[in-house]
């Protein structure tokens, strides 16, 4: 009689692909709980490669979200950003802000938001914006802007954050320096009472030193 096959057999109890499946959540989980989502985020980020933007970047604005929805930015790298409206339709407009949108409870509607960003990204920076065309208004809040060209065709408006609104078609040039801001931003769109930002048209903006 052969030895081996007398030996009794040790079944595992549970298939191997379960085992592997079990091992991957356990070691996503520990992760997590080492890390911190967010941290496993930015790790899964850098792995990936997360391009740092120079030069000029085009911004699209469609019904309703940005392409791209995610930029990462230098501190002290100069960019040129040509903010553009791709919809045939709508009006667009671009904000950056933190940490959220301001939030309200308005009676028998329940928590909206409010208005704007709790902070403005562009508040103390410096931005030349050039090229108008088709601005519906430009509201400078809090940066310090240089306009290029005749001041009439960019509209100036007061109210909320910094936002140049763009007809459909329309685009501007917005130059800067990228302050000492770092961490997540976020951008959105807040037009119609903030049913464009409600239904997508956000961004995160990851400004790096
Ligand atoms: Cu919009």
Known sequence: ??????????????????????????????????????????????????????????????????????????????????????????????????????????????????DGWVHDFWTGVHVTLSDPIGVDNFVPNKAIVTYIGPKASYQLATGGDFSPTLKPGGSIHLSFVVPDKPGIWHYGCFVQQFIHYRTGMRGILHIVR
């Open 1 to 114: 009689m052969d030895q081996k096959t007398d030996a009794p057999l040790l079944e595992p109890t549970w298939s191997r692909r379960e085992f592997i499946g079990g091992l991957t959540g356990l070691g996503i989980a520990g992760l997590v709980a080492i890390f911190g989502k967010s941290a496993l985020v930015t790790a899964t980020r850098e792995l990936v490669g997360s391009p740092v933007s120079s030069g000029l970047i085009h911004l699209y604005a469609l019904d309703y979200y940005y392409v791209p929805n995610y930029m990462t930015w230098r501190v002290g790298d100069q960019l040129e950003v040509i903010f553009h409206n791709q919809s045939p339709t709508h009006w667009h407009e671009w904000t950056i802000g933190r940490p959220h949108a301001n939030m309200e409870d308005f009676p028998a509607f329940g928590v909206l938001n409010a």
